[in-house]
């Protein structure tokens, strides 16, 4: 089945050390998101690829990073974790002009940062 | 740590019972709307859409209301079932932007 495929499921780091979540879609679209969710808030996206086209919300911080090597794979790297970090991570894909135009989620890695 | 998290609206429901979930939306020029649930540990699913030239839409078990004087959105579920328990969120899309999501709600099914 084609789907969205989050690793690890559960990452614990410690405070300040580098930490990076992946990726990866088996739908062939074109634009990924990633986003934070926190315990009974929405999802906040931090950024999104249009292709290859990097596009940071203005409001993300520049400790979160990302990238896209291929169509298929998205990385988030959080250089500096901080206890504030602690989160779900969401990744999403979407492909302008299908229909519902809807984005798919993936299960998302669970954060924490001691 | 984290900060204190918000509480989540919540409805309760008998099995059985319709289910009716709201949302108020933030921009009048949102031309697109869809319905999300999201189970505990999983990423949101898609429910249902409905685009602003329509006022109603129903899927299997669910029915969509858009009502744009008041920007309101609401979700119903017929004969709700214990798999109906999760977080429901709303969003909004203006000219194929990015999804705004709304506040979300829990649904709590009672066998």
């Known amino acids: 089945d084609a789907m969205v495929i989050q690793n690890p499921r559960y990452q614990v780091t410690q405070f300040g050390k580098p930490v990076t979540l992946s990726c990866s879609q088996t739908?062939?679209?074109?634009?990924m998101y990633w986003y934070q969710q926190k315990s009974s808030q929405a999802p906040k996206l931090l950024f999104h690829?249009?292709?290859?086209?990097?596009?940071n919300e203005a409001d993300t911080p520049d400790n979160f990073q990302s990238r896209r090597p291929n169509t298929s794979f998205c990385f988030l790297d959080i250089r500096s974790p901080g206890l504030g970090d602690t989160a779900m991570y969401l990744c999403?894909?979407?492909?302008?002009?299908?229909?519902?135009?809807?984005?798919?989620f993936g299960p998302g890695t669970r954060l924490t940062v001691l | 740590g984290e900060s204190v998290g918000l509480h989540l609206p919540t409805l309760s429901v008998q099995e059985g019972d319709n289910s009716i979930i709201n949302c108020a939306y933030s921009?009048?020029?949102?031309?697109?709307f869809i319905w999300y649930k999201q189970e505990s540990g999983k990423g949101p699913q898609f429910i249902i859409d409905i685009r602003s030239n329509m006022d109603k839409r129903q899927g299997q078990r669910v029915t969509v209301l858009l009502n744009k004087t008041v920007k309101h959105l609401s979700l119903q579920i017929a004969a709700t079932q214990p798999g109906d328990s999760a977080v429901y969120f709303c969003?909004?899309?203006?000219?194929?932007?990015?999804?705004?999501f709304g506040q979300g709600t829990e649904l709590s099914v009672k066998p």
């Open positions: 999403a894909t979407a492909e302008p002009g299908l229909s519902p135009d809807t984005q798919y």
């Open positions: 739908l062939n679209h074109n634009v």
């Open positions: 690829y249009y292709d290859k086209d990097f596009n």
């Open positions: 969003a909004e899309k203006y000219k194929g932007g990015k999804l705004i």
């Open positions: 921009n009048s020029a949102s031309d697109y």
